[in-house]
């Protein structure tokens, strides 16, 4: 059976088969991955635009690697060296892209929609790699990537997403995606910055991160997004790391086989303290490894590459 979306535009309405089916075809990338040679054939042929209107590094470069060793060609496309900066609209963009017969389209940007809005402009394949306050659909398969190769499942699971939810488009698709896998999620952070519409997602909220990290098998810190953020929306980030920024101390508060992550770029000393993010109980490299991977098993599985 093949995967049953066109697009990849979050992780909100995905099925439990089709997750499946991307997390063991990457587990099966992850494999070619550890060769020498790290090419293989299945998207020959095939070119996918990468356009990106928002900054990004790992995003961006394990897309550009994925579609690389999957013998595609990848092109990139950057808002500052482009016709954006004339003025051109994102719909003559795509339109005037698609002219030149593309296959795929891989797209962040700081609006939300703007994936959905792409596949009403073009006949592409289209992937989400973030829009906007919405979904980062590949960032939450990759940690369920991570969590399901460190634990061998994630059915019954416990997770914990710890601070900026509000602005956090990973916290969304890992609730969406790690709720529809079986695992149980908390949200946690300053009442701030927590949705405010907390019932519109499938975990529970709270803002006392003791109780929360209770029994966890997974703490995830999120990136205080300052630059989403109005002022005073935390009293300051000195009472932030105090309450919620994770450090030994916090650490401590853990099953001794709980595991730290966080979808970069980190804050050191802020979220989370730079001796938590580089210890043995840290998984985040893994997670951008797995990158790599997931990147490669959602390109293939929307690419057609499963008819090869
Ligand atoms: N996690 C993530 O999306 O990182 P980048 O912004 O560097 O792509």
């Not at 060296?81 to 004339?86: D, G, I, Q, R």
């Not at 790699?129 to 994630?154: C, N, S, V, W, Y």
């Not at 927590?194 to 029994?215: I, K, S, W, Y």
Request: charged share 20%.
């Amino acid at each position: 059976m093949g995967i049953s979306i066109q697009h990849l535009l979050g992780l909100e309405g995905v099925s439990r088969d089709d997750i499946t089916l991307i997390l063991d075809t990457a587990n099966s990338f992850h494999e070619v991955l550890q060769r020498e040679i790290k090419v293989v054939p299945p998207l020959r042929g095939k070119t996918v635009v990468n356009l990106f209107y928002e900054n990004s590094t790992r995003t961006r470069i394990s897309f550009e690697l994925a579609e690389k060793r999957l013998s595609a060609n990848p092109v990139s496309f950057s808002t500052s060296a482009s016709s954006v900066s004339k003025g051109e609209s994102l719909r003559d963009t795509i339109r005037n892209i698609e002219a030149m017969k593309i296959d795929m389209v891989v797209v962040r940007h700081s609006s939300p929609g703007v994936p959905l809005f792409l596949t009403h402009c073009t006949n592409a394949v289209v992937i989400n790699a973030g829009d906007g306050l919405h979904e980062h659909p590949t960032q939450g398969l990759l940690d369920m990537m991570t969590i399901r190769r460190t634990f061998g499942k994630l059915d019954g699971l416990k997770a914990v997403l710890v601070g900026d939810v509000l602005h956090s488009r990973v916290a969304r698709s890992n609730i969406w995606g790690m709720k529809t896998m079986g695992m149980e999620v908390v949200a946690c952070g300053p009442p701030t910055l927590l949705p405010q519409h907390p019932d519109q997602l499938p975990c529970r909220f709270t803002d006392n991160l003791h109780e929360a990290v209770e029994g966890a098998d997974v703490v995830m810190l999120l990136r205080l997004q300052l630059e989403r953020m109005d002022k005073g929306l935390i009293p300051s980030i000195r009472e932030y790391r105090e309450r919620y920024g994770f450090d030994m101390d916090k650490l401590a508060w853990l099953p001794q086989h709980a595991v730290i992550m966080h979808p970069g770029p980190i804050n050191r000393g802020i979220e989370l303290a730079s001796d938590v993010a580089d210890c043995g109980r840290s998984v985040i490299l893994d997670q951008v490894t797995n990158g790599v991977a997931v990147r490669m098993a959602v390109l293939y599985l929307l690419g057609g590459g499963e008819n090869d």
